[in-house]
């Protein structure tokens, strides 16, 4: 942040009064312009045992392998956010959402909410975001094609959880590029 | 928004391409500005049978009782959040916080979080934020002087649910000026 949103002066960092962290401040208006993490939602949506998986058309990580999932938008539910990415991606609709992980992505400032939950139907389709969308058992599974380690984890617990209704709730923490160790909390 | 935080020229409202809602877009450097709901993390933290509650030193509901809670920071976990409002607010320590519930406020894009967990001693009091610290027996809890209709909520669901490890999620549906309804999801 170069310049003040409100009044396109420009920005000091300083910590206000009665606060204890480094603050973008506008040396003109005094606005302080707050950044805070983002949710993701996103969902694990099943057909029999068949798990919706979609191809990103997009970067980073295009042309691997994702779960439907997206930034949360102003006005709206957590579910509501992962059945509108679910659409977008994937043309897919579940028939009710439950929410199964809370994921802390702490290095990147996000927060996954992921859901799981049943198609309606098989007939699903890739969005503009993606570039197929498929079922697979878990034993086809693109393991070395994942986008995200946050998928692949996602997918592990929804595995091995044999359809407990539990949150799991796990937290990144990162050992070197692209490997983390999932702590609990 | 009315100027670019990156290069200080002026923004407009349109929805860029790939994309299906008005977004802040700069209209010199292109910089599209996005806007996202923001997670509020908070504990129910109990001494025996008595709650933990905070009086408010700051607006908005100044002078009102609350439980500890406040902005999630970029760089931290959801618990580790609750943790540190608890420790700011309150100067109190729990022994071990558990997710209890998830609360959508999406008339206000907010998203809470709330933990419940013992405090490690019933030496608490008032950080810079709170007037009062006090633990509250159930039948004592000041239902008329809370700050939020999400703590009521908070108080209410925690209190029905014996003990239960369930992760409660529901939403506010606004009705009126501070009268909510809470639906499940």
Redesign the interface.
Known sequence: ????????ES?EQLVPA?D??LRDVCSSCGTI???????VCGAILTWGEKILLCKRAIEPRYGLWTLPAG??????????AAAREAM?EANAEAKQ?D?FG?F?L??I?Q?Y?MFQGELKTDQVSPG??SLETDLFAVEDIPWQQLAFPVVKHSLELFINSGGQQK?H?T?AVKLAERKFEWLD?
Chains 1, 2 share one sequence.
């Open positions: 942040m170069n310049f003040c949103s409100h009044c396109g920005i009665g204890n962290r312009h707050y950044s805070n993490p983002n949710n930034f949360m938008e102003n006005g709206e539910t957590i579910a509501q977008e959402l929410l809370i802390n702490p290095h400032s927060v909410l503009e975001e949150v709730v937290t909390q």
